[in-house]
């Protein structure tokens, strides 16, 4: 039975733009060099075949799917990150090419006056998935751009991440 491996990638948005500052082109990102301290990648206790960080080791097995999503340490408030490209530069044939994909849900919220008065807003969100093919190492690079809270592109970047696939 395939299982959903879900990443959560975490991205200290506010960091990067002090330390290699404000890039307008996305064809051309800045290279988040450092990103063992800057960008934290995690998934279920059970799933991990490492350390949390900004390199993950994943136990999946063919047929699995893993889908990535970000946020930054604001939680989206201050700044938000989307991620924009996927691009394998070894071991692609290991995973089908991941796909942003687009999705409405229903958000909850704590209510002004009582935080157990639950309500919900409908929200369209989005991760990116792909189909896990077979076991092995896939290093590849992930684009994304960093955003105000007022929809201001503020930067492009990219990091090398990879993920180890292992039964």
């Known amino acids: ?93 290991l995973i089908s090419t991941p796909e942003p994909r687009l999705v409405h849900i229903n958000q909850p919220l704590p209510g002004k006056g009582d935080p157990l008065e639950i309500t919900t807003q409908n929200v369209y969100t989005y991760y990116w998935e792909c189909d896990v093919l077979d076991t092995g190492s896939v290093t590849y690079h992930f684009r994304f751009v960093i955003l105000n809270s007022k929809g201001e592109k503020l930067g492009y970047y990219y990091w090398d991440p990879f993920i180890n696939i292992r039964p």
Do not use: C, H
């Open 1 to 93: 039975m395939s299982e959903i491996i879900n990443v959560l990638i975490a991205i200290d948005a506010e960091t990067i733009l002090e330390q290699i500052g404000k890039n307008s082109d996305p064809n051309s990102p800045a290279y988040v060099s450092d990103s063992s301290n800057l960008i934290y990648m995690t998934t279920r206790q059970n799933q991990l075949g490492s350390s949390p960080g900004s390199e993950l080791t994943v136990n999946a097995s063919p047929m699995d799917v893993i889908r990535w999503r970000e946020t930054t340490l604001s939680l989206n408030s201050n700044y938000t990150s989307v991620l924009y490209r996927f691009d394998a530069s070894s071991g692609g044939d």
